[in-house]
Every structure is written in structure tokens, then in C-alpha cells.
């Protein structure tokens, strides 16, 4: 099987580059530094209208943090699932836990049955739960395609004797694949010694901003952020190198 390649895509332009670099799908996020949050409606509106061949999925995540949601947040996370589905996207992806660190199942069941017919990963909420193999039967039952993984550890080449481990007891049930910290010179590596066939990647690099005039003593966020003048973006030679990178 080829390898299959998913890039954690920031923006339309993102994806535009992802395609270009010959990745068959995206994770088409808002919020990079908390993780992962919803795009908003005209950046899926946008990534749709760029792209004509890559498959788009999108977060479903109201906020950073962890995944024990409020009740609000789960009606919000409805009706961007209904959004969703509404724009045409090829999939979403989410992960519910208990307070006690254990897969929702009642709420991704619920969750589940109104994304129907999308495709459903279940992203790294995985990473924190309390037993990655009771909740990777929890996940094959409820129907998820994927799991988003780093094998419960900071990288996925840390999570390698993990990740290894859910690829032999899915045994083809289920999708996993490795994230975080995939890069086109590890992934030869994680797919040798874990059996994945699929890997996300962010495949970014630094853009610079082309204002003239800069402030540098303002900052608009959180200390996370480097400089208001630069930005990162998908860039599709390294996508192209996760692509093709061989032993």
C-alpha cells in the first residue's frame, strides 16, 4: 500500500500547497498553537474553492485545553458538524473524554450518527486518555476510521513501541496513523517500524511578512507567537518529501 499522506493545514492556502505536494488529505485547522481548533466557515469555504483533488477534513473543537466538554460546547460542535456537512467536506474530526480520562462513548456516539455519511477521525484526544487499548475497541465499535496518534508520548517517534502495538492489535479495523513531530526525515522510520500507512505532518515553513512599517513592541497573542511578522504555511516541497521519502 502507498503511503498516505495527511497534512495539519492552517489555511486554505495551506491546502492549496498540500495538494500541490501531492498529499491526499488535509486536517484544515484554526488555533495551531492551542492544538487544534474550528476553521471558520469561510476558511472551509475558501479551501473548498482552491482545491479540486485533495480530501478536506476538518477539526471539530470549540477551544484548546482538554476534551471534557460543556454543554454549550457540545450544541456549538453540532452545528459546525452540520456546517460541515452542509459545505461538502470529506470528513471532521474530534475525541471526547470522561472526567476520568476514559473515551466518551455516549457523546461520540451521538457525535457520530449526526456526522453520518463523513468520515470520522478521532484526533488526540486519544493521547490523553487513560487506556489507549480499551479505547481503541471503543473507537473500532463506535466506527471511527482513524485514530490521530503519537503513541501517548510528547512525538510519535517516542510513541513508536506504542503506535507499533495499535497497528497489530487493529489489524486493519481501523486507521492509525502517527502525528506530531512526523517529518520527512523520520517518516521512513515510523513507517518501518510501527506498520502505519498513513502520516500527519504540518510540512510548514516560516512566511515573512511584507509589511514595511513594523511595531515589534506590540504583540496581538499570546507569548507562543514569536513575532506579528512572521507566519508559518504548509509548504509543498515538504509535503512532497513526506511523499516520497524512502529507506
Known amino acids: ?30 488555533g495551531i498553537p492551542e492544538g487544534g481548533t474550528t476553521p471558520s466557515y469561510g476558511e472551509i469555504m475558501m479551501a473548498k474553492k482552491l482545491t479540486s483533488t485533495i480530501d478536506i477534513n476538518v477539526i471539530i473543537r470549540p477551544r484548546g485545553g482538554d476534551f471534557l466538554y460543556t454543554e454549550a ?27 476520568e480520562g476514559d473515551i466518551d462513548v455516549p457523546l461520540m ?5 449526526h456526522v453520518k455519511p463523513l468520515s470520522v477521525t478521532c484526533h488526540r484526544a486519544f493521547d490523553v486518555c487513560r487506556d489507549p ?10 466506527g471511527c476510521d482513524r485514530i490521530l496518534t ?3 508520548q510528547s512525538d510519535a517517534i517516542k510513541g513508536i513501541p506504542l503506535i507499533a502495538e495499535l497497528v497489530r492489535r487493529a489489524a486493519g479495523r481501523i ?27 504540518s510540512a510548514r515553513s516560516v512566511v515573512y511578512s511584507k509589511m514595511e512599517y513594523r511595531n515589534e513592541n506590540v504583540p496581538m497573542g499570546s507569548s507562543a ?23
Not at 498516505?4 to 484544515?28: D, F, H, M
Not at 492509525?176 to 502505519?196: D, F, K, Q, S
Open 1 to 30: 500500500m502507498k503511503r498516505i499522506i495527511e497534512i495539519c493545514a492552517n489555511s486554505a492556502w495551506s491546502c492549496v500547497e498540500a495538494e500541490a505536494g501531492g498529499a491526499k488529505r488535509v486536517e484544515l485547522c484554526a
Open 73 to 99: 460546547e457540545i450544541e456549538s460542535m453540532m452545528l459546525d458538524i452540520e456546517l460541515c456537512k452542509r459545505l461538502g467536506v470529506h470528513g471532521v474530526v474530534f475525541g471526547c473524554l470522561t472526567k
Open 175 to 201: 486507521i492509525i496513523m502517527p502525528g506530531c513531530g512526523v517529518r520527512e526525515n523520520n517518516i521512513a522510520r515510523l513507517e518501518r517500524e510501527t506498520g502505519a500507512k498513513e502520516f500527519h505532518t
Open 109 to 113: 456516539r451521538k457525535l457520530i450518527e
Open 133 to 142: 487499548y480499551v479505547a481503541l475497541e471503543q473507537l473500532i465499535e463506535l
Open 150 to 152: 503519537s503513541g501517548q
Open 225 to 247: 507567537v514569536s513575532s506579528e511578522f512572521e507566519t508559518v504555511e504548509t509548504d509543498r516541497k515538504k509535503v512532497a518529501a513526506c511523499v516520497e521519502t524512502v529507506d
